[in-house]
């Protein structure tokens, strides 16, 4: 069955240091993968999304995540986290022609000033 | 920029109840769904939504669950008979496309 897994939980960094969070999926066939941002208090918000071409994604707010087909992986990184990062993380991959969404279990990243 | 609307943003019911949750997509939107997030566990998908039909559904929706776009702007999740363990976070989502869903804020349904 197609998973999706985020390695890290919770997150906590000072601001200035850089992030990684860890997603790794499982799905044989095409892949489309997504990155969303939810802020506290807020709906899911798009970070990013890679569906083909360059697997290193650029998105909003300084995010970028990379696609490594071989290690089935699509993390997540910002070389320099802000208080206003403070959201949880979600991975995400789509699992059939419908649009299904397959979700991570969510990483919360806590940034300290 | 428009955003995908979902009334009411907290119901509480006793079990049993049958509950109603609203959604507004986007307008020009073709696609939508619903998911649900349990506390503390994953997003999960509920069923998806296209040309007024259901495209695909989870094992969570069972008979109790239905969708329906009663007037071409709402689209509304209804549980017949509810249970302690539909209390969760319920999501809308839609798209233009299948790659690109937008969220919205949220329902959070308690079932006493």
């Known amino acids: 069955a197609q998973s999706v897994s985020q390695h890290n939980h919770h997150v906590i960094l000072s601001e200035a240091a850089s992030l990684e969070l860890g997603c790794n999926y499982s799905?044989?066939?095409?892949?489309?993968l997504f990155w969303y941002v939810q802020y506290p208090g807020q709906h899911l918000q798009l970070l990013l999304k890679?569906?083909?071409?360059?697997?290193l994604v650029k998105g909003i707010k300084g995010f970028e995540a990379e696609f490594i087909k071989s290690k089935f992986s699509f993390n997540l990184r910002k070389p320099s986290v802000q208080w206003s990062d403070t959201a949880e993380y979600f991975c995400?991959?789509?699992?059939?022609?419908?649009?299904?969404?397959?979700f991570g279990q969510g990483t919360t990243l806590q940034v300290k000033p | 920029e428009p955003e995908v609307t979902q009334t009411p943003s907290h119901q509480v019911t006793q079990m049993g109840q049958e509950v109603i949750l609203r959604c507004v997509p986007i307008?020009?939107?073709?696609?939508f769904y619903w998911y649900r997030q349990i506390l503390g566990q994953k997003v999960e998908f509920l069923v998806s939504?296209?040309?007024?039909?259901?495209?695909?559904k989870s094992e969570i929706f069972d008979d109790q669950f239905s969708v329906e776009r009663p007037d071409g702007s709402n689209f509304t999740l209804k549980i017949r008979s509810t249970k302690l363990e539909d209390s969760a976070m319920y999501f809308c989502?839609?798209?233009?496309?299948?790659?690109?869903?937008?969220f919205g804020p949220g329902t959070r349904l308690l079932v006493l």
């Open positions: 307008s020009n939107h073709l696609y």
């Open positions: 989502a839609s798209g233009q496309a299948v790659e690109t869903q937008y």
């Open positions: 939504f296209y040309n007024n039909e259901i495209s695909e």
């Open positions: 995400a991959v789509i699992s059939s022609n419908t649009g299904k969404l397959i």
């Open positions: 890679y569906f083909s071409g360059d697997p």
């Open positions: 799905y044989g066939g095409t892949v489309n």
